[in-house]
């Protein structure tokens, strides 16, 4: 069974990657669909675990783009402004504070969801492939950006 479900999921992959064209909606699906294949194969998870935990990492990462968009607002001003009082700095600095603390916040309350749904070994697997998928994403950009460089 787990096979399967992993053949379905490399299947839909290819599928949509030969189907990709320019629209961008396509390419954040494509990205979407690597980024749950790698996931569930990193943290092995079967076809109830996944319908269980996906859910709640789309519903955590919508509440931190919430969140960052709600705050972007002192990066943009701090980026406008080639001079800005110290009041005005030290409101920025508190809000970017309490942002922080927000996210945290929101990360425990689904740490504490995450621990409903699966295992406590496939919880940890998920913050270790969470670790490996942004490096991976960051060296992809990197190398995107400089094509001629190689990795190091």
Avoid at 7 to 27: A, D, E
């Amino acid at each position: 069974m787990k096979n399967l479900f992993i053949i379905i999921i490399f299947c839909l992959i290819t599928n949509l990657l030969l189907s990709q064209n320019n629209n961008p909606n396509k390419k954040r699906e494509n990205r979407e669909a690597i980024k749950i294949a790698f996931f569930t194969k990193k943290m092995d998870l079967n076809t109830v675990e996944s319908q269980n935990f996906w859910p709640l990492v789309n519903d955590m990462e919508a509440e931190l783009k919430a969140l960052k968009n709600k705050n972007s607002h002192g990066r943009m001003m701090l980026k406008e402004k080639e001079e800005i009082s110290d009041k005005e700095l030290e409101e920025i600095m508190d809000a970017k504070m309490e942002m922080g603390k927000s996210q945290i916040d929101i990360k425990i309350k689904y740490h504490e969801k995450f621990k409903e749904v699966l295992p406590i070994k496939k919880v940890a697997k998920y913050y270790e492939a969470s670790k490996e998928f942004k490096k991976i994403q960051t060296q992809r950009k990197t190398h995107h950006s400089n094509p001629g460089q190689r990795n190091r």
